[in-house]
């Protein structure tokens, strides 16, 4: 893969956790390599513990690895400092999780602007896009209304929104349909396809799902730290 179609760049990754009992570290990804091409969707599967949440931890510049280089657009990410890693991430990455994590006192508006507010306060263009995106997963008529008010595929749809508010070149999915019933999860899972193209992000997800596994363009399975 060349660099003009790679987004992202793991190589020979590993991290080690310290063992809770005094004894050898916990090693729980190994000599981990793979090349993301952008507007590539793929996702990250495999049996409970092999990796695949610190595997996106790292990606998402949560966490550090142990060893080995990352780098995204280009840019090294074990060279930049916190402040660097904390901006690249409101910017230019989006996350979703399993649970919306979304304010409760907030609106739906509300909650979708957090992000902007890292740059100052949300301008006329976030709330013009904030609409659309709401609009275009079927919640213009929700913006006024909060978290509480909505069921939990509507919350998880403001999520993804919110994931995508800074136009990010990177959306992260942990689990994104883990809490939903299978209807709402098939319809969640077929809107991240669509969002995929039509915002021209990549998307990486992690999923025990294999029907949403089977949307992405490509599977990446763990096993014991390492692909499979």
């Known amino acids: 893969m060349s660099n003009a179609t790679s987004l992202l760049q793991l190589k020979n990754i590993s991290r080690e956790f310290p063992s809770t009992e005094g004894g050898a570290p916990l090693e729980v990804l190994r000599g981990l390599s793979m090349d993301v091409a952008r507007g590539e969707s793929i996702a990250?599967?495999?049996p409970s513990g092999c990796g695949k949440s610190t595997l996106l931890n790292l990606i998402g510049t949560l966490d550090q690895p142990t060893d080995g280089a990352i780098a995204f657009d280009g840019r090294d990410l074990i060279a930049l400092n916190d402040d660097e890693?904390?901006?690249?991430?409101?910017?230019?990455?989006?996350?979703?999780f399993q649970n919306h994590h979304l304010l409760p006192q907030c609106t739906v508006m509300e909650n979708v602007l957090v992000p902007t507010l890292a740059h100052g306060r949300a301008?006329?263009?976030?709330?013009e896009r904030a609409r659309h995106l709401l609009n275009r997963v079927g919640l213009g008529e929700r913006l006024s209304h909060r978290p509480g008010q909505l069921s939990g595929g509507e919350r998880q749809r403001v999520a993804v929104v919110r994931a995508l508010i800074n136009q990010p070149q990177l959306l992260l999915a942990d689990e994104p349909t883990g809490a939903l019933d299978q209807t709402t999860a098939d319809q969640l899972g077929q809107l991240l396809v669509e969002l995929n193209a039509e915002e021209n992000v990549t998307l990486i997800t992690v999923t025990h799902s294999e029907k949403l596994a089977a949307r992405m363009t490509r599977t990446v399975e763990l096993k014991d730290g390492q692909i499979a």
Do not use: H, K, P, S
Request: charged letters at 30%.
């Open 44 to 46: 990250i599967v495999g």
């Open 85 to 96: 890693l904390a901006l690249l991430r409101n910017r230019e990455m989006g996350f979703i």
């Open 123 to 127: 301008t006329a263009d976030d709330e």
